[in-house]
């Protein structure tokens, strides 16, 4: 399986007002519920509406379209990046899967999924 590390540094937010949301950005991850609206961002399209911040993340993309039968694909990715005391924030699509890591433990990441034989690029 290849994994694709994405270039961009990106943030996590909780937003307050979803029309500074620039929705023709590259990336833009939201989830909404009752309580929130959360939103995943390259760091250079963060909304200024926004009570919570977390920065400092670079993303890996599952490359491919992974079908809906697929089992355990995530299960094993996090089970590598646990064992190395790696914390994940995952966001999937209807095509993939996009794991986002703190920015000071991508080497340690990559490392360990090459050693499991992802390959990386």
Do not use: H
């Not at 943030?11 to 500074?20: A, G, I, L, N």
Request: hydrophobic share 40%; net charge neutral.
């Amino acid at each position: 399986m290849t994994i694709k590390i994405i270039e961009e540094e990106f943030s996590v937010c909780k937003v307050t007002d979803r029309r500074e949301l620039n929705l023709d950005a590259k990336y833009v991850f939201l989830g909404k519920t009752d309580e929130e609206i959360s939103c995943v961002c390259d760091t250079k399209n963060i909304p200024q509406k926004y009570t919570d911040l977390e920065q400092g993340w670079k993303m890996l993309k599952i490359e491919g379209i992974l079908d809906f039968s697929l089992i355990g694909i995530l299960s094993k990715i996090s089970t590598i990046l646990a064992e190395e005391n790696i914390g994940i924030f995952v966001v999937s699509t209807y095509n993939t899967d996009y794991i986002l890591i703190k920015k000071e433990n991508l080497e340690k990441a990559v490392k360990a999924l090459k050693q499991a034989k992802y390959k990386i690029v």
